[in-house]
């Protein structure tokens, strides 16, 4: 699978550069929020409405593929470290979240999705 | 594949709850990041070589895996609204990194890996 | 000046814990970041049209002076931490921010200000 | 007072670019938390017990600083554009973990302080 070759093409990059002394999954953690902060940054100007185009302008369409590169790297890199399965955390999560938010109350109603 | 399938999954559960009205690009890195925030402040008092540890303490790792997930879909629900591949975005990005830090001079040193 | 009063009684509450072992700098910028994502997170489903009223609302406004607080603490305790002047590195900031965005480019245009 | 004075600086800046358009506090929010995410960065691959030497030395203080002065200038603007008072909801918030937080429990004991 994909997401699986990646994971071991990450390890070789880490493993090459004797980078996993500084991966511990406190400093992942901290790589994956500055990374988010990166992300966030190219929004931060761009009001709501424009959000949808802006993401596809090439030259922002090009540096917000470049953020999302670097978080999902960091994510991965967390979940190997940690051996946590991304997606089942994913699937078990969603599974909370559709009882947390029924269809019938949280239709159209954005209070605190996901929180 | 896993990952697909689980997209298709996000999608349901948004359109069920009538909620892609709040989900434009900007939102969803928003969410992303207070996630991301959320994930980090479980580390914020654990020193560095407690930190492995400390992932594998039943009741921290299932919070952080519980933050992981929520992580992963805030990133999985901003990838499928841009049209940004996650994984494509990755392997570009770890394309990079290999020619901004080459082995010979990023071996052993930390010095703004991945930034 | 109420600054410093401020910053004299945050002294006092962490040491009155002992909490100083864990208020190292890194932990310290980890919990700014943790605290600005509580922030945002209240914003992620208000749309920019409507950000000043919601921050008005009672109950919101109660929610994000309480996160304000929070990213206020951090910040004083990093900078007392590190001995930094909160004053005068943002006066050093707004100092650059002014050549860097000369009011004759930068004038309605919120390409990357204060980046 | 510096902090009043700073204020009305900002404010110039900020009226003189015409950058209000921008600043509604939705946009301030998340300039604020990638601006700590930026500091975080700093101290990412920084372990614990070195933080505080880290933190002295010209370089990386220069960066430091640099970064705390943006953090305090977007917290600074929320503030302004709120009309939240910083040093009072700080106030309040350490007023509230005095409660929270008493000292002969949580004396020694960093479990989720200031949260």
């Keep these: 699978m994909a997401l699986a070759s990646l ?6 990059f880490v493993s090459e550069r004797d980078w ?3 991966h ?3 400093n992942l953690a901290m790589l994956l929020a500055s ?4 992300l966030l ?4 100007w761009i009001p709501n409405h424009r959000a949808d185009a802006f993401s596809r302008e090439p030259e922002a369409r090009q540096r917000i593929a470049n953020e ?4 999902a790297i960091a994510l991965l890199l967390l979940c190997d470290r940690t051996g946590i399965d991304l997606e089942a955390a994913a699937q078990e999560k969603l599974a ?3 009882q947390r938010y029924p269809v019938e109350l949280a239709k159209g109603r954005a ?3 996901l929180g």
């Design 111 to 113: 209070a605190r999705p």
């Design 20 to 22: 996993g002394q500084f």
């Design 68 to 71: 999302i590169g670097d978080v």
């Design 7 to 12: 994971v071991e093409e990450l390890r070789a």
């Design 96 to 98: 909370r979240n559709r």
């Design 41 to 44: 940054a190219e929004y931060r």
């Design 24 to 26: 511990d999954p406190k």
């Design 35 to 38: 990374e988010a902060g990166e």
